[in-house]
Structures are given as structure tokens and as C-alpha cells.
């Protein structure tokens, strides 16, 4: 066996060489993968998917309105139909983000939270737009909505709309563990 000197001047051997080029290897192996593993940046080019599908959000809104006005909103009053309303959005809004974090799950918790945030300036700046630019409606009026003291539940559905991505994040991590484990138990009790 070769001997070569180390720094401190000792011999070792070969064997050691590689012992130790093998524990270096290890070492830049784990760095390069805790640098795979880390979550990508939050915003950027990622996150316009994400304002694109709040298009299609407004769009169920706009529809559960139109329903709300075509049937139920004639025979109750105004108060029940805005809080059936807001309650039938929230599940079929709530549908539509369960699909998308689904086809498009974000890379992070944070970045769920950072999605719900997104949508969350968006329906409110074009509410407001809606109300006071457009239909010229006073400020008072504008944030009638608002008043949760007086039974409007419209606070309730931009609380939701905020933490549903972050909700259907944090479940498709929590179900798929156990839907797996129900699959591989299912699949050895057949056996």
C-alpha cells in the first residue's frame, strides 16, 4: 500500500484517499440536493397562471349573481338571498380553486398564500371599480357589503377566497400520503 503525507504530515493510505473523496462526494451530493429540494422563487412568471385563472372566478361570480337574481333573489329577502348567494359562490369558487391548485399546485405553502393575496386585491379593486366607477355608487353604499354586524357574510367569502389555496395545498399533502397507504393496503389484502 502507497502511503502519501497529509497536511498534518502523517501517512495514510490510499484506502483513506478514497474514503475521503467518497465523504466529499457525499457532501456536494447533499448540498446540490437540499438546492433542488428548496421551494423556487414565489412570484415571478409561475404566478400569472395564477392571476389568469382569477378570470374564470369572476365569471362563476358573475353567473351566481345572474342566478341569484333569476330565482331566489325574487321570493326572499334581500339579506337571505346575499348570504345563499355568497354561500353557493363560496362552494363553486371553492370548487374551481380545489382544480386549480390540483392542476397547478403551487410550489409552497407561502406561495398558496401569496396566490390567495393575489385574488384576494383583485376582486376587491374590481369590486370597487364596479361600484364606485362605474356605477357610481357612493363609498357608503360601496362597503354596505361589508358590514358584518348587520348580517353581510361577503368578509366571510374574501376570508375564503384568501386561504383556499393554502387549504387545498396543505390537504393534497396531507391526502395523498393516506390514499396511498390505502392503495398499497388494498392492493397486499389481495394478495
Same mark, same amino acid.
Given at each position: 500500500m502507497r502511503k502519501t503525507l497529509s497536511?498534518?504530515?502523517?501517512?495514510?493510505?490510499?484506502?483513506?484517499? *478514497?474514503? =475521503?473523496?467518497? &465523504?466529499?462526494?457525499? !457532501? *456536494?451530493? =447533499?448540498?446540490? &440536493?437540499?438546492?433542488? !429540494?428548496?421551494?423556487?422563487?414565489?412570484?415571478?412568471?409561475?404566478?400569472?397562471?395564477?392571476?389568469?385563472?382569477?378570470?374564470?372566478?369572476?365569471?362563476?361570480?358573475?353567473a351566481n349573481g345572474a342566478l341569484r337574481q333569476a330565482t331566489f333573489g325574487k321570493v326572499m329577502p334581500e339579506l337571505r338571498a346575499h348570504q345563499l348567494s355568497t354561500l353557493i359562490g363560496s362552494v363553486a369558487i371553492g370548487l374551481f380553486i380545489w382544480l386549480v391548485v390540483r392542476a397547478w399546485p403551487p410550489s409552497s405553502g407561502r406561495q398558496a398564500l401569496l396566490i390567495g393575496l393575489v385574488w384576494l386585491i383583485l376582486t376587491v379593486a374590481f369590486e370597487f371599480f364596479m361600484g364606485l366607477v362605474l356605477a357610481q355608487r357612493p363609498l357608503a353604499q360601496a362597503l354596505h357589503d361589508y358590514n358584518v354586524l348587520a348580517g353581510r357574510v361577503w368578509v366571510f367569502f374574501l376570508i375564503w377566497l384568501t386561504l383556499a389555496p393554502w387549504v387545498f395545498f396543505r390537504l393534497r399533502g396531507a391526502v395523498q400520503p393516506a390514499v396511498r397507504w390505502i392503495v398499497l393496503r388494498s392492493d397486499s389484502a389481495r394478495r
Open positions: 497536511p498534518r504530515g502523517r501517512g495514510r493510505g490510499e484506502g483513506d484517499l *478514497q474514503k =475521503a473523496d467518497k &465523504a466529499q462526494f457525499s !457532501a *456536494q451530493f =447533499a448540498i446540490e &440536493a437540499d438546492s433542488l !429540494a428548496r421551494p423556487k422563487p414565489e412570484g415571478g412568471p409561475a404566478l400569472v397562471r395564477y392571476v389568469l385563472a382569477w378570470v374564470p372566478m369572476l365569471m362563476i361570480a358573475i
